[in-house]
């Protein structure tokens, strides 16, 4: 009996893995774009807002009527921002980090 419990557990064990598995690339990259985004920008931008100009959310609707359509517009807004916004710096957000943001930025908030 207690071996046949063994068996079972050591199952939905291997069951589990093979079910959920190592996360992919992509999922990890954008679990790093989701940190950096909470670390650096969800103060301003909770849930996607803008607590500072409520017309310039990270939706997609407030983002095309400002011209932000791509990573590279997100990333250069980041490193040149209107008036409001903080500036990142590259020795604040690496440009790796500044395109994890951007590709979570845009696969977020649709």
């Given at each position: ?15 589990l ?7 992919a ?16 920008c ?7 807002g ?61």
């Amino acid at each position: 009996m207690k071996r046949s419990a063994l068996i079972l557990l050591v199952l939905t064990a291997v069951c589990l893995l093979a079910v959920t598995g190592v996360p992919a690339k992509g999922a990890a990259k954008q679990g790093l774009g989701e940190k950096l985004f909470m670390k650096h920008c969800s103060k301003c931008h909770p849930n996607g807002g803008n607590v500072v100009t409520v017309t310039k959310t990270l939706n997609p609707k407030d983002r095309e009527a400002n011209n932000v359509k791509t990573e590279g517009d997100i990333i250069k807004l980041m490193r040149n921002p209107g008036p409001g916004m903080v500036k990142f710096g590259k020795n604040v957000i690496s440009e790796k980090d500044a395109k994890a943001i951007a590709e979570y930025i845009l696969k977020t908030f649709k």
